[in-house]
């Protein structure tokens, strides 16, 4: 490192300034000149539909794909939502809506059956291109395709429709009827010759019809609501007379319920009673046959007894003793009706003289 001279940088020349002491204004065009050239290429496409042809940036909003056209062919190429780039002036550019719209079809006259002109004010049409089928569409149709499909087709269904019905049936009977007709017709024609348009729904409005006309059907009306009412009025009396009915039978039920049940329980204290009554009179029988029983058997043992008792020997003591236990005795010559065994009368004045000297 000894021998060399060490590093300095070059010296930066300082910013040139004019001459007369003003401000250079060079970076402020080239700022403005770019802010000019971003809004011709961004918004001005936006404005019309030459913008959209000069411009080289454009953007596809959601929900949407963009269809493109290179000297009026359209082209088989769609893209997705966001910013994208084209060649100005050769290639046109449209974005084409893929979800959910309603079409609205107004003023649709047409003649009933019975020739009365009646007028739709308006039928709204919920309908969806599909996105595969969105080049398909547009290379038949157009990007006016609806006008085809939606708006003329509902003038023709409804006037079809209303030349097979008369005005009672379109106004009134068949009239929550139009809408699923509208709708299978336009899908049967669609899903034939534009099988890309799905009909979600149809909500079709009440017509309006000739004030005359509209007249009647009001005085109609009122006499329907009228018989309505008295029906009405008759079903609730016949509610009323069948909800009494029923309180009468379940009220009768009941009181006919209740009499079984007093019934049931009056047989039941009475055979409660005449079984106690049975029990009494089996214990009395049994009772009183046991008496009977006992006594015969005991006036048996005593027959018995008696009968080995009648011995001579037996008898002349119950004689003695009954004439012992005679205070009066009577002696002499005449003893009226008296019978005296003076056999027994001897033995027994024997006995007690043996039982003195005994007791001596």
């Known amino acids: 490192m000894d021998g060399q001279q060490p590093y300095r940088p070059a010296a930066v020349p300082p910013p040139r300034r ?15 000149f770019a802010l000019l050239a971003i809004a011709v290429v961004v918004i001005l496409p936006s404005l019309s539909i030459f913008g959209q042809n000069m411009s080289i940036l454009h953007q596809v909003p959601e929900g949407h794909v963009g269809v493109y056209w290179r000297g009026g062919a359209l082209l088989n190429v769609n893209t997705d939502p966001g910013f994208h780039l ?16 309603t079409d609205l079809v107004r003023n649709i006259p047409c003649g009933t059956k019975g020739g009365v002109m009646i007028n739709f004010a308006k039928i709204e049409v919920v309908n969806r291109l599909h996105k595969d089928y969105v080049y398909d569409t547009l290379r038949d149709y157009g990007v006016k395709y609806d006008d085809t499909w939606i708006y003329d087709k509902i003038h023709h269904e409804i006037n079809q429709f209303c030349s097979a019905h008369s005005l009672q049936q379109v106004y009134i009977d068949m009239f929550d009827q139009i809408d699923e007709k509208m709708k299978d017709a336009l899908q049967a024609d669609c899903t034939r010759y534009a099988p890309g348009i799905e009909i979600i729904s149809v909500r079709v409005t009440k ?3 000739p004030e005359s006309v509209r007249r009647n059907f009001e005085q109609m009306e009122e006499e ?10 008759q079903r ?11 309180i009468a039978i379940s009220e009768a039920e009941k009181n006919a319920y209740v009499s079984k049940i007093q019934m049931e329980q009056k047989l039941t204290e009475k055979d409660s009673l005449r079984k106690e009554a049975e029990i009494s009179n089996t ?28 011995t001579p020997e037996y008898l002349e003591l119950k004689f003695i003793e009954a004439i012992a236990n005679n205070s009066k005795i009577y002696f002499g010559n005449k003893i009226p009706n008296m019978v005296l065994d003076q056999r027994l009368l001897g033995n027994f004045l024997q006995d007690v003289v043996v039982k003195e000297n005994l007791e001596a």
């Open 18 to 32: 004019p001459a007369d002491g003003g401000v250079d204004y060079t970076a402020i065009f080239a700022a403005l």
């Open 86 to 101: 084209k060649l100005p002036l050769i290639t046109y550019f449209e974005p084409i809506q893929v979800t959910l719209q």
């Open 207 to 209: 017509p309006s019809i």
């Open 224 to 233: 329907r609501t009228k018989v309505l009412i008295a029906e009405e009025k």
């Open 236 to 246: 609730v009396s016949e509610k009323e007379a069948e909800t009494k009915k029923k």
């Open 283 to 310: 214990m009395y029988l049994a009772r009183e046959k046991s008496l009977a029983d006992a006594d015969y058997y005991r006036t048996m043992k005593e027959a018995e007894a008696n009968k080995l008792k009648l």
